[in-house]
């Protein structure tokens, strides 16, 4: 269906930080291009940093030394990210849910449908970098938790805003449909996990 960024598509639900802001307009065409090539490099970033390597049958020593390198270049990332967390000011989690197609979030104060955004989602806990993503608003949903966004029992419902992406690539499009599958592939291994348990 035409609009609707979660008919008959894979969904991947979290919390993660994300900042919204309305536009006028979206950005000219060599800067959208930028910011699509952007968002490819950070989405096969992501990519390295959750598929374990592979290692060669041939040299079983080589593939024990790539995975020490691995574990202290993942080590490194890890505390870089954790400094540049408490330098920067990275917004705070919220409930959200996305794919390749669009996004929806929870927010108390969410924006109007039709309103145009540009947003910055970070999808990757060991970087700090965000997607920088357009979208359009199309519609509003009841949110699920009371008070959420405020961290507080403030007694008010936050709203779901459902957002359709804007002027995606092709490749950060298979990007953000292959970090959703592997996100939703480790969620149902880890709820098998707990299952045999």
Not at 58 to 80: C, G, T, V, W
């Amino acid at each position: 269906m035409p609009g609707e960024p979660f008919a008959e598509a894979l969904v991947f639900e979290d919390e993660m930080p994300l900042h919204w802001e309305a536009v006028d307009r979206l950005p000219p065409g060599p800067r959208l291009a930028t910011l699509n090539a952007s968002n490819e490099a950070l989405l096969r970033v992501q990519e390295g940093l959750e598929e374990p390597a592979r290692g060669s049958e041939e040299s079983q020593e080589m593939a024990q030394e790539f995975q020490r390198l691995d574990a202290k270049l993942n080590l490194m990332l890890e505390l870089m990210a954790e400094w540049l967390r408490g330098q920067g000011d990275l917004p705070p989690p919220v409930p959200l849910r996305f794919n390749a197609r669009g996004i929806a979030w929870e927010a108390e104060d969410p924006p109007a449908p039709d309103t145009l955004l540009r947003l910055r989602l970070f999808v990757c806990p060991s970087l700090p970098k965000p997607l920088v993503l357009h979208a359009r608003v199309l519609r509003h949903e009841p949110g699920d938790e009371p008070g959420h966004d405020t961290g507080g029992d403030t007694g008010a419902t936050a709203t779901r805003a459902v957002a359709e992406f804007l002027q995606l690539s092709p490749a950060a499009v298979d990007g953000l449909e292959r970090l959703v599958f592997r996100r939703h592939r480790r969620e149902v291994a880890l709820l098998r996990g707990q299952s045999r348990d």
